[in-house]
């Protein structure tokens, strides 16, 4: 079992949210699973160009370490989504990486993974950022088993909430949870993109039609 974490701070071992995201491993790998942090803010990851050449294709036309993470996305079953709130949305890098994932939202690529998200502020805003990157795990075709959010400085309750959901993102990853009302968002979302050509004959070639 693997998952894999993005962090989009770019406060490196400062990082609080760095902090929470790795409470969350520590207490995923003692139920086994096998992880790995990515600090995006060390990454060459250029901007999407919406030159729509992902539309019918797997790989980015952009040949960086942006391309190499979303592989190691891929080969993950779960996937830690680690921001902090800038102006109440995800950091710039995150942004960037996820902006790279149009493939991902027209094929529904990360079908059968699950996602978290951590966040961390100052002054709030983390609600609505944890909305926004559940709406995106459901839009790439994840299911989405929870987050935690916090106010720095992080108290003991903040690292514990975090250690707990990495524990139930394994247990969710291992039964193979399904959520019902998340499945039927992700079934619509296929629905919606199933009549164009590309994206049907990837489904079909998987056999999820």
Same mark, same amino acid.
């Given at each position: 079992?693997?998952?894999?974490?993005?962090?989009?701070?770019?406060?490196?071992?400062?990082?609080?949210?760095?902090?929470?995201?790795?409470?969350?491993?520590?207490?995923?790998?003692?139920?086994?699973?096998?992880?790995?942090?990515? =600090?995006?803010?060390?990454?060459?990851?250029?901007?999407?160009?919406?030159?729509?050449?992902?539309?019918?294709?797997?790989?980015?036309?952009?040949? =960086?370490?942006?391309?190499?993470?979303?592989?190691?996305?891929?080969?993950?079953?779960?996937?830690?989504?680690?921001?902090?709130? !800038?102006?109440?949305?995800?950091?710039?890098? +995150?942004?960037?990486?996820?902006?790279?994932?149009?493939?991902?939202?027209?094929?529904?690529?990360? +079908? &059968?993974?699950?996602?978290?998200?951590?966040?961390?502020?100052?002054?709030?805003?983390?609600?609505?950022?944890?909305? !926004?990157?559940?709406?995106?795990? #459901?839009?790439? &075709?994840?299911?989405?088993?929870?987050?935690?959010?916090?106010?720095?400085?992080?108290?003991?309750?903040?690292?514990?909430?975090?250690?707990?959901?990495?524990?139930?993102?394994?247990?969710?990853?291992?039964?193979?949870?399904?959520?019902?009302?998340?499945?039927?968002?992700?079934?619509?979302?296929?629905?919606?993109?199933?009549?164009?050509? $590309?994206? #049907?004959? $990837?489904?079909?070639?998987?056999?999820?039609?």
């Amino acid at each position: 079992m693997r998952i894999i974490a993005l962090c989009g701070s770019p406060r490196g071992q400062k990082s609080q949210t760095r902090a929470l995201t790795e409470n969350l491993l520590e207490a995923a790998r003692a139920k086994g699973a096998s992880t790995e942090f990515v =600090d995006l803010h060390k990454v060459r990851i250029g901007f999407c160009q919406a030159c729509e050449a992902c539309h019918q294709g797997p790989d980015c036309v952009l040949n =960086d370490d942006g391309r190499r993470v979303l592989e190691k996305v891929l080969a993950a079953e779960g996937l830690v989504l680690a921001t902090p709130v !800038y102006l109440n949305q995800v950091t710039a890098q +995150m942004k960037a990486i996820l902006d790279r994932t149009s493939h991902f939202v027209h094929c529904l690529r990360l +079908m &059968g993974k699950y996602a978290v998200a951590v966040t961390t502020s100052g002054g709030g805003g983390g609600g609505n950022v944890q909305a !926004y990157l559940r709406n995106y795990s #459901h839009t790439v &075709g994840a299911q989405f088993v929870g987050g935690v959010d916090a106010q720095v400085p992080l108290k003991d309750s903040d690292s514990a909430a975090a250690a707990k959901l990495g524990e139930t993102l394994v247990a969710a990853i291992r039964d193979a949870t399904v959520y019902p009302d998340q499945m039927t968002i992700i079934e619509e979302k296929k629905r919606v993109f199933g009549h164009v050509p $590309y994206e #049907h004959n $990837y489904w079909h070639e998987r056999g999820w039609l």
